[in-house]
């Protein structure tokens, strides 16, 4: 349907331009006979007309031919090929279009062949993220090609590209405002469609996470605690057989079946520290943060908001392990004597500060698996970490966490 009003408007043009050139040329000759004419009896025949009058109609039209056939053929391609419809039913199909097609990767090149078939435009091209991703005709030799940014608040998403409709022409005024119009809701689209493949990335990486967390559990319950709970049940079997035959020596496994069950209550231990911190639910965070490791590191001063508004668990953990870590790196590595955690929260920010004061971080300094972990943590849940020296010598780590992504 689309190809045969093109085929037709294409017909329409090639009849009304040479036609009205045609009327254009007859007005100029009759204009030119009635003013040579002007008072003079009625004419009866075209012989009767002066031949000069002929020749100062011709050079009328010579003279006025370029300019007078540029704005009739300029007139004529936009009532033939410009919008014909209503805006509001383009604004409607491509409307239409955009909500078809969710993906990036199928939205923008249905959007540039529709926006190319619904307003007879030969060259579309759209640029999403530094790249051209789909376009559509070619330019014609000498056309204006105008450029229309693919904009979201202060997001710059893309750029639309198009061209003027035929050679040494560019687009109306109101082609490139309906263009803008549209291009509002192509970058709301865009930016949606973004959206969605960011929060399909998230939940992809949250499962991968989810199932190798569980694959390591498994690993370490198949690996370490199974075996033990399994030599236990042999053990107690041993036990009960020789219990009465032999007490002595059924004393002797029962003692070593004891040491068996610590071995198997700290490796359960470890298991559940590993998933959250026991200190954590025991005393909160502002009790776990002053107790954390008090053989192994630094003494150290905690200052935190009374009272602590709430903190979304993920942040609670995260801010334990980076503590941990900084208090390790400062009693191993730095020679701390003191240090000083700090612990701020605002409507929009949660800000943890852990400040030594030893030697600080060396001339040719390599971040280490510690410093990795600590940037995964805080990265995972969209925060920041600042690694780097204290303003009264020693190092700083400061962490950022957005409160608005765990509310």
Sequence with gaps: MRSERTRADRRLYQLLFPLLMLWYVFVVAGVVAVLATWGSRPLSSVGEIPWWSHAIATVVVVATW?????????????????????????????YRQLQSDPRPDELLPSVAALLADTLALP??????????????????????VVTIPLTYYHLTLGTLRVSGRRRRDSLSAADVRLL????RHVAITLHAAGLTAAVQHSREQLVTAREEERLRIRRDLHDGLGPTLAS???????????????????ETLAAELRGDVRQATAEIRRLVYELRPPMLDEF???????NLNPTDGPPRSVSVP???PTLPAAVEVAIYRIAAESLH????????????????????????????????????????????????????????????PAPGGGTRVAVTFPMRTHG
């Design 232 to 250: 236990l049940g042999l053990q107690l079997g041993v036990l009960q057989r020789t219990l009465r035959a032999d007490p002595a020596a059924a």
């Design 329 to 388: 790196n400062a009693a191993r590595h730095a020679g701390a004597t003191r240090c000083a955690i700090e612990l701020t929260v605002s409507d929009d920010e949660v800000t943890f500060t852990v400040t030594d004061d030893g030697c600080g971080l060396p001339e040719n300094y390599l971040a280490g698996v510690g410093h990795r972990s600590m940037r995964e943590r805080s990265t995972e849940l969209g925060g920041t970490i600042d690694i780097g």
């Design 66 to 94: 370029a300019p007078v056939s540029a704005q009739i053929e300029r007139g004529v391609h936009q009532l033939a090929f410009g919008q014909r419809d209503n805006t509001y039913d383009v604004a409607g199909r491509v």
């Design 180 to 183: 803008e119009d549209l291009a």
């Design 306 to 308: 009374d009272p602590l």
């Design 284 to 290: 909160g965070l502002v009790d776990a943060l002053r």
């Design 123 to 144: 060259y579309v091209e759209i640029e999403a993220e530094g790249s051209v991703v789909t376009t559509h005709g070619a330019v014609p030799d000498g056309a204006a």
